[in-house]
């Protein structure tokens, strides 16, 4: 079974400072189709989960562009360029490379200073 | 409005089933896969497994292989999963969610608390 591993597991930012989270998966996410199935989700206080990255690097509708993706392989990384305050919350990582299993990892939780 | 609208809380005992729903509106219902993720209370999310629409075919999370039932009824645009055989870890927020690229959830439900206590 493919392993997604997170860190920090937790970070506090001074709004409008940078924000970085790792995501490392047990096997390459890479497909032979050429896509990398490595996928971010936000979930915010009490709210359901929202896509913000889909295949590494690719923002969802309506995702600020503060919010970037990247890596290759089995690392990736999301990087908030400018925390706002509304950016709290629990960020996930997610494969569905092995299809037909999907896997999260164990979540980051962001807070403001 | 694309939207999937679950059904309310439960509360259920250990040993018992529990059956959630999940209505799609505002688009073709058997156009997209939908998967259902588990967060027990203060953890992280869960993948359960998931159900073509069109088809019925399904595929479950090896963990839940033998207590869960991914099922839809057509013609009410609307998904169930049936979890059985209850225990108190089953306990938490059981969301639904629609898959619009293979691993990218678009929409997702509001999530229905279960909770399992004797």
């Known amino acids: 079974d493919i392993v997604m591993t997170q860190t920090p597991l937790s970070l506090s930012v001074t709004p409008g400072q940078p924000a970085s989270i790792s995501c490392k998966s047990s096997q390459s996410l890479l497909h032979s189709d050429g896509k990398t199935y490595l996928f971010w989700y936000l979930q915010k206080a009490g709210q359901s989960p929202q896509l913000l990255i889909y295949?590494?690097?690719n923002r969802f509708s309506g995702v600020p562009d503060r919010f970037s993706g990247s890596g290759s392989g089995t690392d990736f990384t999301l990087e908030i360029s400018r925390v706002e305050a509304e950016d709290v919350g629990v960020y996930y990582c997610m494969e569905s490379i092995h299809l037909p299993l999907y896997t999260f990892g164990q979540g980051t939780k962001l807070e403001i200073k | 409005q694309v939207q999937l609208v679950q059904s309310g809380a439960e509360v259920k005992k250990p040993g018992a089933s529990v059956k959630v729903s999940c209505k799609a509106s505002g688009y073709t219902f058997s156009a997209y896969y939908i998967h259902w993720v588990r967060q027990a209370p203060g953890q992280g999310l869960e993948w359960m497994g998931w159900?073509?629409?069109?088809?019925?075919?399904?595929n479950y999370a090896e963990k839940f292989q033998a207590r869960v039932t991914m099922t839809r009824d057509m013609s009410i645009n609307t998904i169930y999963m049936e979890l059985s055989r209850l225990r108190s870890d089953d306990t938490g927020v059981y969301f639904c969610?629609?898959?619009?690229?293979?691993?990218?959830?678009?929409?997702w439900g509001q999530g229905t608390m279960v909770s399992v206590s004797s």
């Open positions: 969610a629609r898959e619009w690229t293979i691993g990218g959830f678009d929409i």
């Open positions: 295949e590494v690097s």
């Open positions: 159900i073509n629409p069109n088809s019925g075919g399904t």
